[in-house]
């Protein structure tokens, strides 16, 4: 669980690192996928 959670922060992180760099859209989809990772992980561990 507090795993998960680091690397959720991880990902929430490099999309930032990433939107700043300019590729917005790259970011978004970024955050979305890790998010849907860490649901599905949440709904399995549950």
Known sequence: MRTSLDSLGGF????ARMSFVGSRPVAVLMVGVAFRLWASWIGQSL
């Open 12 to 15: 929430i992180q490099y999309a």
